[in-house]
C-alpha cells in the first residue's frame, strides 16, 4: 500500500560552518617584499628617523657652540666697575661686597649665576639679605640689607652682636664698632626662638632700649653702658659718669626714669650721688638709695 506523501514546510537545515582561526589562503599582500625580505616602508621609516636625529644632532651641537660664543662675546661683558650699581651698604664697602660675589670687570653676564652670588653675600655675618640682578647687555644692579646690631651681648668671655630680629650675628673683634650697651645676664636659652617670634625677654629687651633712646641724658641710650638682667629684679642701668646702678625691674621705665630726673638734682645737692651705690626705681611710692659707706636707706 502506498503511503500518502505529504509536503512538508519544513527546509532541510544545512549545519553551520565554524569560522577558521587560521585562513586557509594567504592573505594577498597589500606591497611587494624584497629579495631580502624587508618593505620598502620600513626603509622609509629608517630614513626618516635616521635623517631626524642628524637634524636633532646638528641643532643641539649649534646652541652648544652659540652658547659658547656668548660665554666669550665680550658684548655682554662688564666694561667698568662703575657698570656694577651696589644699593643698601652702609658698614660693607663696595670692593669688599664685589670681592665677596666674585663680580668685577669682565665679569660675563651670561656666564654668571645670580643665585650663586647671592649665596655668597649671604654668608657674610653682616649681610642679611642679598639680591643680584642683570641688566643687560652688560649691567648689574647689587642690593644688600645689612644687619642692625642693637646691642652687645656677653655669653661668656665673648661679645656678640645682637640685631633686631633678635639673633646673635657676629662676635665682636677688633677694629668692629662697639659703641652699643652691652646686655648681661641672658644665656643662650633666653636667645631660642622660631623665625619671626620674640621671646619675652628680648622683647622686654627691646622695648628699655627704644625708651633709652627718647630719654634725656644723662640716662639715655648714649650713656647707657651696661643693662644687666636679673630675672628676679629685673634690669638695673648702669650708666657712664653716674656711679650708682639704676633698678628698673620689668616695667613702665619711662615713669621710673621720669622719677629719677626728678630726684637727681635734690640727691646731688645732698651730696648722696658720690655715696650712693644704688638706687631703686621699682618701688612706684618712693626712690630707694643703698649708700657705700653706710647702711642708711632713704
Not at 661686597?97 to 670687570?105: N, Q, V, W, Y
Request: charged content about 25%.
Amino acid at each position: 500500500m502506498a503511503r500518502n506523501t505529504r509536503n512538508s514546510r519544513l527546509r532541510p537545515q544545512q549545519p553551520l560552518k565554524k569560522p577558521s582561526l587560521i585562513p586557509r589562503k594567504r592573505p594577498r599582500n597589500s606591497y611587494r617584499r624584497t629579495q631580502d625580505g624587508e618593505s620598502p616602508r620600513s626603509w622609509l621609516r629608517l630614513a626618516i628617523l635616521t635623517g631626524g636625529l642628524t637634524i636633532l644632532a646638528g641643532v643641539c651641537l649649534g646652541l652648544v657652540l652659540l652658547y659658547h660664543q656668548l660665554l666669550i662675546c665680550s658684548y655682554f661683558c662688564i666694561k667698568d666697575i662703575k657698570n656694577i650699581q651696589i644699593e643698601g651698604n652702609r658698614r660693607l664697602t663696595p670692593e669688599v661686597i664685589l670681592h665677596l660675589a666674585k663680580l668685577g670687570p669682565d665679569t660675563n653676564l651670561v656666564a654668571m649665576r645670580p643665585g650663586q652670588a647671592e649665596l655668597a653675600l649671604e654668608a657674610h655675618p653682616w649681610i642679611a639679605r642679598a639680591e643680584v640682578t642683570r641688566e643687560w647687555p652688560d649691567r648689574l644692579r647689587v642690593r644688600i640689607q645689612e644687619r642692625e646690631p642693637v646691642a652687645l651681648v656677653q655669653m661668656g668671655e665673648e661679645l656678640f652682636y645682637l640685631d633686631r630680629q633678635g639673633s646673635l650675628f657676629h662676635p665682636l673683634t677688633s677694629g668692629d664698632p662697639h659703641n652699643f650697651p652691652v646686655i648681661t645676664g641672658l644665656k643662650p636659652e633666653n636667645l631660642q626662638h622660631p623665625e619671626g617670634v620674640l621671646p619675652p625677654l628680648l622683647a622686654q629687651i627691646f622695648q628699655l632700649l627704644d625708651v633709652l633712646k627718647k630719654a634725656p641724658a644723662p640716662v639715655n641710650l648714649e650713656n647707657v653702658s651696661e643693662v644687666h638682667l636679673d630675672l628676679d629684679r629685673g634690669f638695673t642701668l648702669y650708666v657712664n659718669g653716674l656711679g650708682a646702678a639704676l633698678d628698673l625691674g620689668f616695667n613702665d621705665y619711662s615713669g621710673k626714669l621720669r622719677k629719677f630726673a626728678q630726684v637727681l638734682p635734690v640727691m646731688a645737692q645732698k651730696g648722696y650721688l658720690a655715696r650712693t651705690g644704688r638706687i631703686n626705681l621699682d618701688d612706684p611710692q618712693r626712690v630707694l638709695i643703698d649708700l657705700k659707706d653706710t647702711d642708711e636707706g632713704r
